[in-house]
C-alpha cells in the first residue's frame, strides 16, 4: 500500500513475509530513524518485554515524528494477544514520556462492536530520552 502511494517505507514482522523483516521486538534493536512508525496489531503479539517493544519504537521515530497506534482494547478480542490497551495507558504514557497526543479513540475494528475494540492513539515524539521500565510498568498496562 505505500509504495503504491510513492512512500519508501520499512516492514518488521515476525512472519517475515510481505517483504518484511524478521526482528524480535522484545530484545532492544537500534534502528534507523523514520518519521512515521506504526503499529497495527504488533505489539499486544510481543510476549517477553513490551517495554522493549516501546524502547524500539521510540528509538526508531525521530524526534518530531509520529508512532501511530492501534491494538486491542482491555476487556476485548480475548486469547488475541498477551497485551491489552486502554486511552488511559496512553494518556498517563504521553505524560509520563513527554509525548504530545495528536489523536486519541476507540473504535469496534471490523465492524464488532461487541468485543471486538481497539484504542487507537498518535504520538508526537518531542525527545530522544526513553523513560525507565520501573515508569513503564507502573502505566497500568494490562497482560492477558
Request: proline share 0%.
Given at each position: 500500500m505505500f509504495e503504491k502511494m510513492g512512500h519508501k517505507h520499512t516492514s518488521i514482522d515476525a512472519n517475515g513475509q510481505n517483504g518484511s523483516i524478521v526482528y524480535d521486538l522484545s530484545v532492544k534493536h537500534y534502528f534507523d530513524e523514520f518519521a512515521i512508525i506504526t503499529d497495527?496489531?504488533?505489539?499486544e503479539h510481543v510476549r517477553d518485554s513490551l517495554y522493549n517493544c516501546w524502547w524500539?519504537?521510540?528509538?526508531?521515530?525521530?524526534?518530531?515524528?509520529?508512532i501511530i497506534s492501534e491494538n486491542p482494547k482491555t476487556g476485548n478480542w480475548a486469547g488475541h494477544?498477551?497485551?491489552y490497551y486502554?486511552?488511559?495507558f496512553y494518556i498517563n504514557f504521553a505524560k509520563e514520556q513527554g509525548y504530545?497526543?495528536?489523536e486519541i479513540g476507540e473504535h469496534p475494528a471490523m465492524h464488532n462492536t461487541t468485543d471486538g475494540w481497539?484504542?487507537?492513539?498518535?504520538l508526537k515524539k518531542t525527545k530522544q530520552d526513553f523513560i525507565t521500565e520501573d515508569q513503564f510498568n507502573k502505566l497500568g498496562i494490562k497482560n492477558a
Open positions: 497495527f496489531g504488533t505489539s524500539n519504537k521510540h528509538q526508531a521515530c525521530k524526534i518530531g515524528g509520529l494477544g498477551h497485551w486502554t486511552q488511559d504530545g497526543i495528536m481497539n484504542v487507537y492513539c498518535v
